[in-house]
Nanobody, 125 residues
């Protein structure tokens, strides 16, 4: 059974930074691509970033490029999302997800099998 637990959310001023973590309790973390998604109130869930099982391939939504960095530590069963230069429009509930369908990463939420509970990120002055 895979259990994903996010941490690191909070309140930050515009222009600030936050680092999110997602710990995977499963035994096969290094075999699966991971992704970060977010959902703002009244909006649909949207893709933020994904990383391949090996960590060698990453992909970002246009809104995240140049500001966010996804990484993983397979020895710690953890995926990270470093968010810099945060904007009010980044305010959302951020969830990590694990894909058992592809090791290469995916922008599609339907390719992810397991989801965390989410962590709230609020960007406001």
């Amino acid at each position: 059974q895979v259990q994903l637990v996010e941490s690191g959310g909070g309140l930050v001023q515009p222009g600030g930074s936050l680092s999110l973590s997602c710990a995977d309790s499963g035994r096969t973390f290094s075999s699966h691509a991971m992704g970060w998604f977010r959902q703002a109130p009244g909006k649909e869930r949207e893709f933020v970033a994904t990383i391949s099982a090996s960590g060698t391939m990453t992909d970002y939504a246009d809104a995240a490029k140049g500001r966010f960095t996804i990484s993983r530590d397979n020895a710690k069963n953890t995926v990270y999302l470093q968010m810099n230069k945060l904007k009010p429009e980044d305010t959302a509930d951020y969830s990590c997800a694990a894909s058992w369908r592809t090791p290469f990463g995916s922008r599609l939420s339907s390719n992810y099998n397991y989801w965390g509970q989410g962590t709230q990120v609020t960007v406001s002055s």
